[in-house]
């Protein structure tokens, strides 16, 4: 690495102590929450977060791109943008669940070279840097984490958020899919995609997503030996229609789609 690269792991592992130092303050306390544009709630919390993330971001890396779920996009022109999630879960940081987290993304040239998934409460830190962009694989506090390798729907453990996530027509698309696997669950937000990283469930779908929900989990799971993309197969980017499908295998993730579009 150059003295002229920025040390993306390094920037990343930051972001996250930041977030967790204001969200951890805040946490099974008494909060003041707002509804946003979107009927999600939004909590003194995640915006504090974002500014901790930023502000890091600003003296590190100031040419960089940014696109944040509470404090919108910032130079979405340059040629590596970093998508921020302070809080995801936030109906579960609310309620004093565990299984919220922060999320990171790096995009270079359109395509994720590195993800985390932070679990602050958890204390769990999971890291994807593709080996082919220079990284090290998907790490959960820095030991190696793979994939299962689940190739069979069949045989496939499958979790998504919850069945409110879904409209009408996807949700029976989920319906006839999940109820092919040999395990279905709901619950945990983005603590799912680890778990796919981590090889301890074989698919997550969901739909109803933005850049900042998919693209940290997105760099994990790569990394993982996974694959993760829109419903049609798409790579996911920052205008990607919602719709999420990440399987442990590809011939995994074909058997899915094909079910899906059934």
Same mark, same amino acid.
């Given at each position: =690495?150059?003295?002229?690269?920025?040390?993306?792991?390094?920037?990343?592992? !930051?972001?996250?102590?930041?977030?967790?130092?204001?969200?951890?303050?805040?946490?099974?306390?008494?909060?003041?929450?707002?509804?946003?544009?979107?009927?999600?709630?939004?909590?003194?919390?995640?915006?504090? !977060?974002?500014t901790?993330?930023? *502000?890091?971001?600003?003296?590190?890396?100031?040419?960089? $791109?940014?696109?944040?779920?509470?404090?919108?996009?910032?130079?979405?022109?340059?040629?590596?943008i970093?998508?921020? /999630?302070?809080?995801?879960?936030?109906?579960?940081?609310?309620?004093?669940?565990?299984?919220?987290?922060?999320?990171?993304?790096?995009?270079? $040239?359109?395509?994720?070279?590195?993800?985390?998934? *932070? =679990?602050?409460?958890?204390?769990?830190?999971?890291?994807?840097?593709?080996?082919?962009?220079?990284?090290?694989?998907?790490?959960?506090?820095?030991?190696?984490?793979?994939?299962?390798?689940?190739?069979?729907?069949?045989?496939?453990?499958?979790?998504?958020?919850?069945?409110?996530i879904?409209?009408?027509? *996807?949700?029976?698309?989920?319906?006839?899919?999940?109820?092919?696997?040999a395990?279905r669950?709901?619950?945990? *937000?983005?603590?799912g995609?680890?778990?796919?990283?981590?090889?301890?469930?074989?698919?997550v779908?969901?739909?109803?997503?933005?850049?900042? /929900?998919?693209?940290?989990?997105?760099?994990?799971?790569? !990394?993982?030996?996974?694959?993760?993309?829109?419903?049609?197969?798409?790579?996911?980017?920052?205008?990607? /229609?919602?719709?999420?499908?990440?399987?442990?295998?590809?011939?995994?993730?074909?058997?899915?789609? !094909?079910?899906?579009?059934?």
């Amino acid at each position: =690495m150059s003295s002229s690269t920025p040390d993306l792991p390094s920037i990343a592992q !930051a972001l996250a102590d930041a977030a967790a130092a204001q969200s951890m303050r805040y946490f099974r306390t008494p909060l003041d929450i707002i509804t946003k544009a979107d009927e999600s709630p939004v909590t003194l919390a995640d915006r504090a !977060a974002e500014t901790a993330m930023r *502000d890091i971001l600003g003296a590190r890396v100031p040419a960089d $791109g940014i696109y944040g779920e509470e404090h919108g996009p910032e130079r979405l022109d340059a040629g590596r943008i970093w998508v921020l /999630d302070p809080i995801d879960g936030t109906r579960s940081f609310i309620t004093g669940s565990p299984l919220w987290g922060t999320l990171i993304g790096v995009l270079e $040239g359109g395509r994720v070279v590195l993800g985390m998934i *932070d =679990m602050p409460v958890l204390e769990e830190r999971w890291i994807g840097h593709n080996p082919k962009d220079g990284g090290k694989g998907a790490t959960r506090d820095g030991q190696p984490v793979r994939a299962s390798g689940c190739t069979d729907v069949a045989k496939a453990r499958i979790v998504t958020t919850s069945p409110d996530i879904f409209a009408p027509a *996807d949700w029976a698309a989920f319906d006839r899919l999940s109820r092919q696997c040999a395990m279905r669950r709901f619950g945990g *937000d983005c603590y799912g995609y680890a778990q796919l990283a981590g090889g301890t469930i074989d698919l997550v779908v969901e739909t109803g997503l933005q850049p900042y /929900d998919y693209l940290g989990p997105a760099g994990l799971i790569e !990394a993982a030996g996974g694959v993760i993309t829109d419903w049609q197969g798409q790579p996911l980017g920052l205008k990607s /229609d919602g719709r999420v499908i990440a399987a442990a295998t590809p011939e995994l993730h074909r058997q899915a789609m !094909a079910i899906l579009s059934a």
